[in-house]
């Protein structure tokens, strides 16, 4: 599968930080809130890449043919944010999502997952995504996209007094409204990134 990403922003609404290159908090720099943030912009290869091949190519990033290639972004999101990216499947029947972090941990919004069966959270309650019911909140079914075609994904995680409220829209079509403990997610073995308070991507 080739995946091309054409653009990553967040907006953070409580403190975030940008993490340092070799991990140290000292080296750690404050972001602004309420702002946009271009995370694509912040991206260093290979310093970045935990799985896959990846790279920067006319302003995008562009993974090609790489099963379970994985990404992160060096800023750590200490609460509530929107995340806006837009990305095209170029060939392939695979997956595309962002690693999520939310109270600490991380969880998946996925697209096509599951060969296009499903588009939602990865895991709620200990269920994956085929699992759960369009009741839910957490998923719609079928999820499917196409080959060629550009999406804008829109994320909002806000928290309040222990829990979360997850919305998601597709091309400005909502396919995630859920609200719970943030507890009850969780990202499948493998696809979290090595700080749960960053934003990933994976393919």
């Known amino acids: 599968m080739t995946i091309r990403l054409l653009n990553v922003v967040a907006i953070c609404l409580a403190c975030s930080i940008a993490v340092a290159d070799d991990d140290a908090a000292g080296n750690a720099t404050a972001l602004p809130t309420n702002e946009s943030i271009d995370l694509l912009e912040m991206v260093k290869l290979p310093d970045h890449r935990v799985r896959g091949t990846w790279k920067k190519k006319d302003g995008s990033l562009v993974c090609d043919v790489s099963p379970d290639a994985l990404l992160m972004f060096p800023v750590a999101v200490k609460a509530g944010y929107e995340l806006e990216c837009e990305f095209t499947r170029r060939a392939g029947a695979g997956s595309f999502g962002v690693v999520c972090p939310v109270g600490g941990l991380s969880t998946l919004v996925t697209i096509s997952g599951w060969k296009g069966a499903v588009s939602g959270l990865g895991k709620v309650n200990g269920k994956i995504a ?55 997610l969780a990202s499948s073995p493998g696809w979290g990134v090595p700080c749960p308070e960053t934003i990933g991507i994976f393919v």
């Not at 060629?148 to 829990?163: D, E, F, S, T, V």
């Open 130 to 184: 085929p699992e759960l019911p369009v009741s839910s909140g957490a998923v719609v079914k079928p999820g499917k996209i196409e080959n060629g075609k550009r999406y804008r994904l829109q994320i909002a995680c806000i928290q309040n007094r222990g829990r979360v409220w997850i919305k998601a829209t597709l091309n400005q079509r909502p396919f995630i409204n859920w609200k719970g403990p943030p507890e009850a």
